[in-house]
């Protein structure tokens, strides 16, 4: 059976451009799987952000905005000595994963939408914790902050998130967004970067009628 490999990194201005566009296609699949791999865009970063990299990282954020008409926070990269490390974040993605599945693309989007339209230091396990239980809450999840914290700070959840990393540097991918098809045990590039549902689902289409 088919199905979706998505590689991308809650920290990445494109991949939340792109969140709208890819719940569209999913919406329209709903019997094809998706697996969700961490790509660790700035991961194990130690640097504090100088102002030239916030100026740099701004102007993009403004043209990702531009594009897909999400919402920004004014105040973005505001934290004072704030250190621009997306393995936390991504290992958030990868708790949830492992205490709830079904979970995992939301805590994705939930986190992209603290980091960029609230401003939340998504650095830091404690609001990691606090997003990732109010998705839980919503989907009726009796996991609380405290719980997941737990499981997030675990040497298993470092382990599967250095494991993510590994696997996106082994298939060679180095942009994110990167959409990957899997099927009959070989994998199919439908995109790497920011495009619109319509040209996915063309893309998509053509790698299904392909001959195996």
Not at 21 to 42: A, F, K
Not at 78 to 84: K, M, N, P
Not at 136 to 142: L, N, S, T
Request: with cysteine.
């Amino acid at each position: 059976m088919a199905k979706l490999i998505y590689i991308a990194d809650p920290m990445c201005s494109w991949c939340y451009g792109f969140g709208p566009e890819l719940n569209t296609l999913l919406s329209g699949l709903p019997d094809t799987p998706l697996e969700l791999i961490v790509g660790g865009l700035r991961a194990y970063n130690k640097e504090v952000m100088d102002e030239k990299l916030k100026a740099t990282l701004l102007e993009h954020w403004k043209k990702v905005e531009q594009v897909s008409g999400l919402p920004f926070a004014k105040d973005g990269l505001s934290h004072e000595g704030f250190i621009y490390d997306t393995e936390p974040a991504c290992r958030a993605v990868v708790a949830a994963g492992m205490l709830a599945p079904d979970t995992a693309l939301d805590v994705f989007h939930a986190i992209q939408h603290g980091f960029y339209a609230e401003n939340l230091d998504t650095t830091k396990g404690e609001v990691l914790a606090d997003i990732a239980a109010a998705v839980f809450e919503k989907a009726d999840i009796q996991i609380d902050a405290a719980e997941f914290l737990r499981t997030w700070a675990s040497e298993e959840a470092r382990n599967a998130t250095e494991a993510d990393f590994t696997q996106t540097k082994l298939w060679g991918v180095s942009g994110f967004p990167t959409l990957v098809l899997e099927k009959s045990n070989e994998l199919y590039l439908v995109t790497s970067g920011y495009t619109k549902t319509e040209t996915l689902v063309e893309r998509l289409q053509e790698l299904i009628d392909q001959p195996a």
